[in-house]
Structures are given as C-alpha cells and as structure tokens.
C-alpha cells in the first residue's frame, strides 16, 4: 500500500474538524473571516493608501474592512477612487456570504439543541419521582392511578422512558388521563435496557421504579434484560416493580432483578380473578376497587390500643374503617381466627376511604341481637361451568377452577381454537368435554343448552389482536344476554376483554363481571409502587389457599327487610368466623361504576338489606 501523500493526510485532517459539529464549522468560519478581513486591509493600505478620508493607519483599515465584511450596506455611503470601491465591493461581497454561512450555522445548530430538548434526551433533576420503563396501554392506568395517590402532594413527578417520541408520549398520556391536577409528567426517549438512557432517570433518587410488559413478541425477555440493566447500575437501587405474562418466567426474572425487585404475574393474577369472578358475582368490582385509589384503599397501621385485644375485637375498633387481617413478622394472613390476640410487633390492615379516616371508635358499637341470623353454610355440590373460546391463559384458569369445585363437577369447553381443551392433564375434581363451536353463532350457542350450566366464563381469543378479539366478546355476550331474556335462563357470565374502553359497551349486555386484565394488572402495579409492602396483601387476597372474598346471601346474616346498622352485620359475620366488608345491593347490580357494591360502610350507617342483597365477607370456602 502506497503511502498517503501530504494532500491526502491534510485533507483527512481537514474532513475530521469539519465532522466535529457546529462549533468547528464557526471556528474554520472565523478563520475564513480574518482571513478576508487581513487581504481587504492590506489590498486598500496597497491600492488606495490614504483612503478613505480620515483614516488614521493600518488599524483603522482593519476595523473599516470588519465593518464592510460583518454589514455590506455599508458600501452605499463609501465614497473614494475606484481602486478603494472595488476592494471594499469585494470585500463586502466575501463578508455577505460569511454573514449568511454564520447564520445558517447559527440556525441549524439551535435547531439541533431544540430537536435534542424534544427528543427527551437531557437528564432529570428530579427526586422522590416515580419511574416508569417502557410502553404498554398500562401506563395510561399506572398514571391514572398515580394521579389521584398524589392529588394532595405538591411537586410530585411521574417519569416516563420509552422508545417513543417524547411529545407523542406526553400527548397519548393527557389524552387517556386528562387533567394531571398537581402532578407533573417528564417523558424521555430512550431503551430502557441501555445504561446510558437510565442514567437520564436519575434512579438513585427515584421513590420506585416501575417496568412495563411490552406489547409484542416474547415480551418477558425484555423486562428481563431491563432488570439486568436495572441491577448492573452503580449506587442506590430504589424499589423497583415489574410485570410479567408469563409464570414460566418468573425464576429467570428473580435472579435478573434480585431482592429489591416486587414481580407480578400477569396470566396468574388475571386468572385468579376469572376463576374467582366466575364462582363469586361482583368480586371483579370489588378487587378494582380496592386496588384503585377512588374507593376504598388498604392500609397498614399499628394501633398501640389494639395490642392484646383479640382479632374479633378488632373488627369493631374502627367506625370508619373495616379491618380485614394482620400483617405479622411471619407475614400477612386475612381473616385469621378470631381469638387471634394482636401483638405489639403487629399491624393491622385495613380498608379506609382516606388515611384520615382511620380512627378508633369512641364506645361500643351498636348492635341489634334480634336481627342476627344464625344460618349454616350450604354443602358444596358439584357444578357446571362453561368456557367459550380458548387462549393462552385458559389451561391456568381450568386448572385454578379445578381447585375450587367439587368432585364431579364438568366444565364444558366450546371453542373452534385449535389448542382448545389441550395440556389438561391431571385435573382432580372436573370433567373436561370440549366441542368445536363458532362462540359468535347464535345457533351455535343454543346447541350448548347454556341454560344447563351454572357459570359461564367468556375468554378473549388470542388469535385475532385485541380490538377484533374484543369485537368478537361483545357478540358473544349480546348472544347470551338475548337467550337469556328470551329463554328464562339464569347463569352468571364472567368475560375477560382487553380494552377498558369496552367497558362501557359491554354494560349493555349486563354480564355479571368484567375482567380487564391489563387494567387491573396496571391498577396492581400502581399500588405497588406507591407502598411494596402492600405486595402481600394482594397475593394472599388472588390466592385461592385461605381467606377469599365471598359475596353471599345477605338472609344468611341478617334478617332481609329489617332496618339494621352495619355493625350488626359485621357482627353476624365474625360469629361465622368471616369478616364482612361491605355489601351488594341487587336492584343496581347493572349500574356503573360500583355495580351496587358499597365497600367499607360506615358502621353506624343504617341499612336495609332485601332478598337477593349480598354481604361482602372474607372467609374460608
């Protein structure tokens, strides 16, 4: 290889300056600049030496020459030989086109600054913010959520880094959320994966840091690699939250995240739920509203005047609050026995509509003997269930709903998915049947003899995206509600869709409960990014292993028709060893946006509960 000339290496050095940005452009500009300025000089002190009049020497000239290159009007009021004319014509001419190559540098590199600024890529001052990695329709909720947690704090901040434009960002979140009240959005754009656009977060001061699932394929291996990214940062780790679809994933994301990292299990939680919605009618609505922050929300307190008091006790201590279980040093257990003594190394969890609103009662609470209704718990029987369509969550559902039926109970499969009814293996108590069946067929549907059925679950199918999945649903429900009406038939319907948007469409079709999986997911993650410790609260309340959430015939508790405050009924419940936390009210079952259910009454509230009412308690199946 020859070796490179002089030219060729001064021209390598010159392209290299040249690629170094604006700055070296307006260097190499006003080298060009002095450059002109000295040849015009020494041409006019060369030319026309004694001109113009008054000149005081080469000085001067140099200052006279920067004035014509920097403002070439001025040649109109020179006056002197033509030599003098033609170098400051020229000389003007060279400075109109460094004027105008310095103000298009000027502008292109503004221009770049401003598009950097839009881009999102200056780093956050902020602390005690919340942290928000990556994009999925569950920001809408988390933000929502987060919102209203920090309606009465001051100079609260949600940061959000995604692969996203940043305005786009800012705009799609003010649209779903509307007004922010006093909470301020910072969008960033970035990977979450790269440490480099994590560093723009500023993570060591951040209050949580929650990671978003991602739409798309194999959406677990990247929330594994931010969790990777997130534990590889030097300095303070704040709690992080993250979210995924898979259980199968769980260990490998445990070891990418390490202790400080809180995982929730999309599939497993949203199945719970089905399962659990589709046995207990309303139990939907009560979970969203107790991991919204509108209704009633969970709290931890430690109450001094509580400790040696028993459990039952307890459940009377509060007028304004419900106590539901205990948070103790080998952790969180719902509705225990009610001689239960509470301990000083305990605290107490309850549902309160504010914080403000926990307060000791002062005196007995108010109770009415006559009206408590000592009433057995019916005998389990086997049951019917039906599920319509199939996706990649209704193995883990079939086997969830395995663990709650009785022995001999069928579950009746009709689907035209080709995996419907496979990897079923093993079930204890059901009896799978599985026909292929076009779930938006009204004939279709009334070959199934529904009315044979007690439970009736509706899936989203997962072979079609999410709005045409969802489209398909809300025909498959308006179907069921018409035979119902029309047929006389009674069963509950339980249906999971994508959209919260659909929502308020599928309240037509008067379907028992509504599961939104990524709104209750994005609802779950916003709670635990406001308190971690809440996490196990919630798992033991989506577990089927001890206390649940019942909605049971209100007769079985108090007298139906009778005028009673809600202490009797709290206390009707805790001489079943159950806790009672609300109530349903039949008549506005089908109205928005509680369906009835009223959480966390007062206790000295008067009610009146009829036939068909519900009581909302935690207890043992």
């Not at 400080?260 to 939907?284: C, F, K, N, W």
């Not at 069928?410 to 998915?417: F, I, N, R, S, Y």
């Not at 308020?504 to 997911?521: G, M, N, R, W």
């Not at 994005?522 to 909605?551: K, M, T």
Request: proline letters at 4%; one cysteine or more.
């Amino acid at each position: 290889m020859s070796k490179a000339t002089f030219r060729e290496r001064a021209r390598y050095w010159f392209d290299n300056t040249m690629s170094r940005g604006t700055a070296s452009l307006i260097g190499w500009l006003a080298v060009v600049s002095v450059g002109l300025i000295v040849v015009v000089a020494g041409l006019t002190l060369w030319l026309a030496p004694n001109e113009p009049d008054g000149v005081n020497g080469p000085g001067h000239v140099l200052w006279i020459s920067l004035m014509h290159a920097l403002n070439p009007g001025k040649l109109a009021s020179d006056k002197g030989s033509t030599a003098y004319m033609a170098v400051m014509f020229a000389g003007s001419i060279g400075g109109l086109f460094i004027v105008s190559m310095l103000v298009g540098l000027l502008s292109n590199g503004l221009k770049q600054k401003v598009d950097r600024l839009r881009r999102g890529r200056s780093r956050i001052v902020e602390s005690g913010h919340t942290v928000v990695l990556g994009w999925s329709d569950q920001v809408f909720t988390i933000v929502a959520e987060l919102v209203k947690a920090h309606a009465s704090q001051k100079g609260s901040v949600i940061a959000v880094l995604a692969e996203r434009d940043k305005l786009t960002m800012e705009d799609d979140i003010r649209e779903a959320v509307g007004d922010l009240g006093r909470t301020r959005l910072v969008c960033r754009t970035g990977r979450p994966t790269e440490p480099r656009d994590l560093a723009l977060m500023n993570l060591a001061t951040a209050r949580s840091v929650v990671v978003l699932s991602p739409e798309g394929e194999d959406p677990d291996a990247h929330v594994i690699k931010i969790l990777l990214a997130l534990a590889k940062r030097r300095g303070v780790h704040p709690p992080v939250v993250a979210g995924l679809t898979s259980s199968r994933n769980i260990a490998a994301a445990r070891l990418a995240g390490g202790k400080d990292v809180h995982l929730v299990d999309s599939d497993d939680t949203a199945s719970r739920l089905i399962v659990q919605s589709s046995r207990q009618s309303g139990m939907s609505v009560v979970c969203m509203d107790l991991l919204n922050f509108d209704g009633g929300e969970i709290y931890l307190r430690t109450p001094k005047k509580l400790v040696g008091v028993t459990y039952g006790e307890a459940l009377h201590a509060y007028q304004t609050a419900s106590v539901i279980g205990l948070r103790r040093p080998t952790g969180v257990v719902l509705n225990p026995p009610m001689d239960t003594v509470v301990n000083a190394d305990d605290e107490v969890i309850v549902i309160a509509h504010d914080d403000s609103h926990i307060r000791l009662a002062a005196g007995k609470p108010s109770m009415d003997e006559s009206a408590i209704v000592e009433a057995k718990a019916p005998p389990t029987e086997p049951e019917r269930t039906l599920l319509l369509n199939w996706n990649g969550r209704a193995e883990q559902i079939v086997r969830y709903l395995d663990g709650y039926v009785a022995p001999g109970s069928v579950l009746e499969v009709a689907a035209d998915h080709p995996k419907a009814g496979t990897g079923l293996a093993g079930l204890r108590n059901l009896t799978v049947n599985v026909k292929d069946c076009d779930t938006t067929d009204r004939y279709a549907l009334e070959s199934l003899g529904v009315g044979l059925f007690q439970h009736v679950i509706v899936l989203s199918d997962d072979r079609f995206d999410a709005h045409h999945a969802d489209t398909r649903t809300l025909m498959t429900l308006l179907q069921l509600r018409d035979m119902q009406s029309t047929l006389g038939e009674h069963y509950s319907i339980v249906s999971e869709m994508h959209d919260e948007s659909n929502r308020a469409l599928a309240e037509v079709t008067e379907a028992d409960d509504i599961v939104i999986s990524d709104t209750v997911i994005g609802l779950l993650l916003a709670q635990l990014a406001e308190n971690r410790h809440l996490a196990d609260v919630f798992s033991y309340l989506f577990d089927s292993r001890g206390s649940e959430i019942y909605p049971r015939p209100a007769a079985s508790y108090v007298k139906t028709g009778t005028r009673v405050h809600f202490s009797t009924v709290v206390e009707s419940a805790r001489r079943r060893g159950e806790t009672a936390i609300g109530y349903r009210n039949a008549l506005a079952r089908n109205d928005p946006p509680h369906y009835g259910i009223v959480l966390n009454p007062d206790k000295s509230e008067p009610i009146v509960l009829n036939k068909g009412d519900s009581v909302i308690v935690l207890a043992e199946r």
